[in-house]
């Protein structure tokens, strides 16, 4: 039928305690809630929206388009390469320099890579007022993942939560915030780590626990990773955890 309404389909895994936000964000958007299923420690949501048709007329457009755009940029480059080869036949040709003038040139130094900043409350502005968020679904964090993505931040944190990821009872999913509140911390991003084991965490400092749970404080430092928008859950890379 002309008329039949044609659906698009989203499944977003949420952190439980964050379906309500994620719901509220993906129904501005114009998806509608169609299922949902509670885990331990995550949420599955299932949403729907109807597709939007592209006009034929837009889409003849957008091809003829991109057909006149392809062949100005290859007239473009051909007269460009022509230009270059003209200019390289009319340059003089650079006498060799002797060999007294090589030896008496002297030998650059390399220079030192600058050791990297690793980002923290006190240092940076932005990361500070970061941990202080009250809703892990802020602008404030995809604004400072795409800003600072392979930076290196530290801060004084703890496990919120932790899960086993999949079958493997050796490998976790950990939930971080900052404070010292665990379970019952309500500022701040929704830090993750993915599928990591207690090694992977890297512990240090004295009395280094042989395993970790849920309320354990500690000096985090990790790669900012990418912002998940629907999941509200901002990804970080373990670098080394202290205890404190």
């Known amino acids: 039928m002309a008329d039949e309404i044609t659906y698009e389909y989203k499944t977003v895994r949420t952190v439980r305690g964050t379906d309500g936000l994620v719901i509220s964000k993906m129904q501005k958007d114009g998806w509608e809630l169609v299922e949902q299923a509670h885990g331990m420690l995550r949420s599955t949501l299932g949403f729907r929206r109807p597709k939007k048709p592209l006009p034929l007329l837009l889409i003849g457009t957008a091809v003829g388009g991109l057909v006149i755009l392809a062949i100005v940029i290859g007239v473009a480059a051909a007269l460009e390469n022509g230009g270059e080869k003209k200019d390289e036949s009319n340059k003089p040709t650079a006498a060799p320099a002797s060999s007294a003038e090589h030896s008496a040139t002297p030998t650059p130094t390399a220079a030192r890579p600058a050791a990297a900043?690793?980002?923290?409350?006190?240092?940076?502005?932005?990361?500070?007022?970061?941990?202080?968020?009250?809703d892990s679904c802020d602008s404030a964090n995809p604004d400072f993942a795409t800003k600072y993505k392979?930076?290196?931040?530290?801060?004084?944190?703890?496990?919120v939560h932790m899960a086993p990821h999949g079958d493997d009872d050796t490998r976790y999913d950990f939930l971080l915030g900052p404070g010292d509140q665990g379970p019952r911390t309500e500022i701040g991003p929704a830090f993750t780590y993915r599928d990591v084991n207690v090694v992977d965490?890297?512990?240090?400092?004295?009395?280094?626990?042989?395993?970790?749970?849920?309320?354990?404080?500690?000096?985090?430092?990790?790669?900012?990773?990418e912002f998940n928008a629907n999941q509200c859950l901002f990804f970080l890379d373990p670098v080394s955890t202290e205890t404190r």
Not at 150 to 159: E, L, N, P, Q
Not at 201 to 220: E, H, K
């Open 117 to 134: 900043v690793v980002i923290t409350p006190q240092n940076n502005p932005e990361f500070a007022a970061l941990l202080k968020t009250p």
């Open 201 to 225: 965490l890297r512990l240090t400092g004295r009395n280094t626990p042989a395993t970790v749970r849920a309320g354990d404080t500690f000096r985090f430092v990790a790669e900012v990773g």
């Open 150 to 159: 392979g930076k290196t931040v530290a801060f004084d944190g703890s496990i």
